[in-house]
């Protein structure tokens, strides 16, 4: 499902570009950015219907997005706002903290996000002005690797450019925060989703540890 018309400058601010990528390329960023999406912001109406909608096969990964869609069906936006505010947001802090450098370091603003400052930096890639989040929260990220992807800020990234990003700024944690988005109490919609983002990481972490 692509909604990189909804994600432009969501997070960060980018260039314009529109590469030839793959096919399977094309569905692994619009997967990251559906992710990014939702992580970034409750789901409205329309993102709500699009994910009732979808329809996955006997993969892992597959009936997870066929759970998510079936759970999605029964959630109103409200409800889904309730949810998000209580994982991400709360009175002080949400349920969760979905940050690289908390997750890595148990402590915000750490070495983590000044190596992906450093990185974004290198790509050509800054925070959007609208945007008050430090970059290494969950969103951004699979906002940024989408993009990498595609090439919305300049030529797609090479398999190898993709990989080094993943295992530096998303494999070494990514996956324990979606597990720990399953288990989380307030989690309903997100337990759903966290699955599908479980299963996807290890997909993507198994491809690249194959493919280098």
């Given at each position: 499902?692509?909604?990189?018309?909804?994600?432009?400058?969501?997070?960060?601010?980018?260039?314009d570009?529109?590469?030839?990528?793959?096919?399977?390329?094309?569905?692994?960023?619009?997967?990251?950015?559906?992710?990014?999406?939702?992580?970034?912001?409750?789901?409205?109406?329309?993102?709500?219907?699009?994910?009732?909608?979808?329809?996955?096969?006997?993969?892992?990964?597959?009936?997870?997005?066929?759970?998510?869609?079936?759970?999605?069906?029964?959630?109103?936006?409200?409800?889904?706002?309730?949810?998000?505010?209580?994982?991400?947001?709360?009175?002080?802090?949400?349920?969760?903290?979905?940050?690289?450098?908390?997750?890595?370091?148990?402590?915000?603003?750490?070495?983590?996000?000044?190596?992906?400052?450093?990185?974004?930096?290198?790509?050509?890639?800054?925070?959007?002005?609208?945007?008050?989040?430090?970059?290494?929260?969950?969103?951004?990220?699979?906002?940024?690797?989408?993009?990498?992807?595609v090439?919305?800020?300049?030529?797609?990234?090479?398999?190898?450019?993709?990989?080094?990003?993943?295992?530096?700024?998303?494999?070494?944690?990514?996956?324990?925060?979606?597990?720990?988005?399953?288990?989380?109490?307030?989690?309903?919609?997100?337990?759903?989703?966290?699955?599908?983002?479980r299963?996807?990481?290890?997909?993507?972490?198994?491809?690249?540890?194959?493919?280098?």
């Amino acid at each position: 499902m692509s909604e990189e018309s909804r994600m432009s400058d969501a997070a960060l601010t980018v260039p314009d570009a529109a590469p030839a990528v793959a096919t399977e390329d094309r569905l692994r960023a619009d997967l990251y950015n559906y992710l990014g999406l939702m992580l970034a912001a409750p789901p409205d109406e329309m993102l709500l219907a699009q994910t009732a909608g979808l329809s996955g096969d006997e993969t892992p990964l597959g009936q997870a997005i066929t759970q998510l869609a079936r759970v999605a069906k029964r959630t109103k936006p409200a409800g889904a706002e309730r949810e998000f505010n209580a994982l991400f947001i709360g009175l002080g802090r949400g349920e969760l903290l979905p940050y690289a450098s908390y997750y890595l370091t148990g402590f915000l603003n750490e070495k983590p996000l000044a190596v992906l400052r450093n990185d974004m930096r290198a790509r050509g890639l800054s925070r959007a002005e609208n945007v008050f989040e430090p970059e290494d929260n969950i969103a951004s990220l699979m906002e940024m690797m989408g993009a990498q992807i595609v090439g919305r800020f300049g030529p797609a990234a090479s398999l190898e450019e993709q990989k080094t990003f993943f295992n530096k700024h998303i494999g070494p944690w990514a996956g324990h925060f979606f597990a720990d988005l399953e288990a989380a109490k307030t989690s309903v919609l997100y337990a759903s989703l966290a699955s599908v983002g479980r299963a996807f990481m290890e997909i993507e972490a198994e491809g690249f540890r194959l493919g280098g």
